[in-house]
């Protein structure tokens, strides 16, 4: 994500990865900006400055925060919200909810592909970037892939694609 954030490359987002980002950035603007302004008058009040080690945090937290503000800012300008065409559900696409069963293990899994700004694994969102969204990409139900992953290579059949 780091280097997707300094370029000018259009950003797809789905409406919910539009809304987590928009959400975030309204919080750090309206609670965490007054939370952190608190605290470094708080560490004022407390006297000198300059060995002040709650002064520094809050100084360090602020410049975190304002710069994350600056990343979300970049990236909203160059978001543009991805909408799933309604003729094409067949194929696997940016949006695409896919559900797939391991050849080998007969386990099924659903996945959501996002973008890299908006990849969650724990969450169910796999990149179109990553080795698995990349190889589902344009396919459709009933094929059958081959993903090369760290732990070696996996065989999946897609079952349903919506």
Do not use: C, W
Not at 8 to 30: A, I, M, Q
Not at 63 to 90: P, Q, S, V, W, Y
């Amino acid at each position: 994500m780091e280097n997707m954030e300094h370029n000018n490359e259009e950003l797809l987002l789905t409406k919910d990865g539009l809304e987590k980002l928009e959400n975030e950035l309204h919080h750090l603007r309206t609670v965490k900006r007054k939370d952190i302004a608190a605290r470094i008058k708080e560490a004022i009040s407390y006297g000198d400055i300059t060995d002040n080690s709650e002064y520094e945090d809050a100084k360090n937290e602020q410049a975190f925060i304002e710069g994350r503000i600056i990343t979300l800012e970049k990236m909203l300008r160059r978001a543009r919200l991805l909408e799933k065409t309604d003729g094409d559900n067949r194929h696997v696409a940016l949006g695409s909810v896919v559900k797939l069963k391991d050849l080998k293990t007969d386990l099924e899994s659903e996945y959501t592909i996002v973008s890299t700004a908006e990849a969650d694994p724990a969450g169910k969102k796999i990149s179109n970037e990553s080795p698995v969204g990349k190889a589902l990409l344009g396919l459709t139900i009933g094929d059958e892939v081959e993903v090369k992953v760290p732990a070696g290579t996996i065989k999946y059949k897609i079952e349903d694609v919506h």
